[in-house]
């Protein structure tokens, strides 16, 4: 099953801060981002996996919580080339406990940051 | 530099054709795939590869097949163009590790009339 983004969509300001969370009804392997600009492929910004917390590059970060299967994207002071939109992609846990390959989208989170 | 190619970038076709979309990496990634992008449903797995002669079907693969003969190359068909195949298709690859990212070509906007 896909994993469950929220919100569907983020309007901010230039220096304001967002979360998009990612949620997942199975035990999680580990959860990549990716931003998509329009018209373009996505981009991938990081990878959180089980077990571990990776920070992102320029002000995004994110979170993991393997308890409750989710993750956590954080934007702080938003530029206006944070627009677009966002994707997790999650890798379950199968019966042997680890995982291979095929990532499983969520619906994406489309984020617009005016001046 | 390694890059992933996809061809071509716009395609028109008619319902019943048979049409192949091409997907060509120079990562020398094993893992490859395919996905197809709607509004309100994200990227959806059609078809997925982790090395030749593998292929695997994902959760929309009805209507599709891929083959996989080298490493470079993963072509998706659709043996009888259907109008609800009109999509965004991205192919990617990766490395076959759990923590390799996906690489995306740029997409290939299929519209079937």
């Known amino acids: 099953q896909q994993p469950v983004q929220s919100p569907q969509a983020v309007i901010l300001r230039e220096g304001e801060d967002a979360v998009i969370n990612c949620s997942s009804s199975?035990?999680?392997?580990?959860v990549h981002w990716y931003r998509q600009k329009h018209g373009e492929a996505p981009v991938f910004l990081m990878i959180?996996?089980?077990?571990?917390e990776q920070k992102g590059h320029e002000k995004i970060s994110a979170s993991f919580n393997e308890k409750k299967q989710q993750s956590s994207l954080y934007l702080t002071a938003s530029q206006l080339s944070y627009s677009g939109t966002y994707f997790c992609g999650t890798r379950v846990l199968d019966a042997g406990g680890t995982s291979y390959g095929k990532l499983t989208f969520g619906q994406g989170t489309i984020l617009t940051v005016h001046p | 530099d390694a890059e992933i190619t996809q061809s071509p970038r716009h395609k028109i076709t008619e319902t019943g054709r048979q049409v192949t979309l091409a997907c060509h990496q120079t990562?020398?990634?094993?893992?490859m795939f395919w996905y197809r992008q709607d509004l309100g449903h994200g990227l959806r797995l059609i078809h997925y590869?982790?090395?030749?002669?593998?292929?695997n079907k994902g959760e929309v693969s009805d209507g599709y097949s891929v083959s996989r003969s080298n490493t470079e190359d993963l072509p998706l068909t659709l043996e009888s163009a259907a109008s609800s195949q009109t999509s965004v298709y991205f192919c990617?690859?990766?490395?076959?590790?759990?923590?390799?990212?996906?690489?995306f070509g740029n997409g290939t906007r299929l519209t079937v009339t």
């Open positions: 959180l996996l089980k077990g571990g």
């Open positions: 990562w020398n990634h094993n893992n």
């Open positions: 590869s982790y090395g030749v002669q593998d292929t």
């Open positions: 199975k035990a999680l392997y580990s």
């Open positions: 990617a690859s990766s490395r076959e590790s759990y923590n390799s990212p996906l690489h």
